[in-house]
Nanobody, 123 residues
Framework: EVQLQASGGGFVQAGGSLKLSCATSGFTFDEYAIGWFRQAPGKEREGVSCIDFSRGSTYYADSAKGRFTISRDNAKNTVYLQMTNLKPEDTAVYYC????????????????WGQGTQVTVSS
């Protein structure tokens, strides 16, 4: 059974940091790019960051550049999203997803999705 378990969300004040984790199982981890997406209330889900399956190439949305860092630990089948200098507009449910042999910012390219983890940033 394929599973992606996002965790690490919480409540933080503006300027604070959180580290999200996406623990996976049930598929060959190093064949999949992993992406982070988020959905704020009343808004469409948007891509935040992704890391490819082999060379560790990374993508960041403009809103995440310079503040978020994505990384993967293939030994633990886990991807992390370190978020710093958080802003109220980062408040959203954050989802991780897996894209077979991919490297995409578009959610339609992703094969598997986990449940979300809530991030709330107060001003």
């Amino acid at each position: 059974e394929v599973q992606l378990q996002a965790s690490g969300g919480g409540f933080v004040q503006a300027g604070g940091s959180l580290k999200l984790s996406c623990a996976t199982s049930g598929f060959t981890f190093d064949e999949y790019a992993i992406g982070w997406f988020r959905q704020a209330p009343g808004k469409e889900r948007e891509g935040v960051s992704c890391i490819d399956f082999s060379r560790g190439s990374t993508y960041y949305a403009d809103s995440a550049k310079g503040r978020f860092t994505i990384s993967r630990d293939n030994a633990k089948n886990t991807v992390y999203l370190q978020m710093t200098n958080l802003k109220p507009e980062d408040t959203a449910v954050y989802y991780c997803a897996a894209d077979h042999y991919g490297y995409s910012r578009y959610e339609s390219d992703y094969d598997y999705w986990g449940q979300g983890t809530q991030v709330t940033v107060s001003s």
